[in-house]
């Protein structure tokens, strides 16, 4: 059976990220990617499930975006070209959605009847 993540739930995730950058992004560059790589590590660790890389593709995705959006809103000058911005991405490292769950055996994905 396959799992995905309710899109309330997906939606709620981006909402509350998006909220943290806003009241983040005065922070030193340092501190905000340092708390962000923990923010996805722990999402990715939760939702990386079977069947459901579609959505975890998605919110990082989403979460780029918002990311540049927000850290180039640190001043009147911009901070990031598109350029820079995916550079500076790749150089800080962030973690990427990857499934850590292993499939079950053969032997229990097969349904056992039940004793009568």
């Not at 909402?15 to 922070?27: P, V």
């Not at 975890?56 to 009147?76: G, P």
Request: a positive charge; hydrophobic letters at 35%; glycine letters at 2%.
């Amino acid at each position: 059976m396959k799992r995905r993540t309710n899109a309330k739930k997906f939606r709620s995730k981006l909402a509350e990220l998006k909220e943290w950058l806003k009241k983040a992004r005065s922070l030193p560059l340092r501190d905000i990617v340092a708390t962000l790589k923990r923010k996805l590590q722990g999402h990715f660790n939760y939702y990386c499930v079977i069947g459901n890389s579609e959505r975890t593709s998605a919110y990082s995705y989403e979460v780029v975006q918002l990311v540049y959006k927000w850290l180039n809103r640190r001043s009147q000058r911009k901070s990031f070209t598109a350029e820079s911005f995916k550079a500076a991405w790749e150089r800080w490292q962030m973690p990427q959605p990857r499934v850590n769950e292993k499939p079950l055996p053969k032997s229990a994905r097969q349904i056992q009847p039940c004793p009568a």
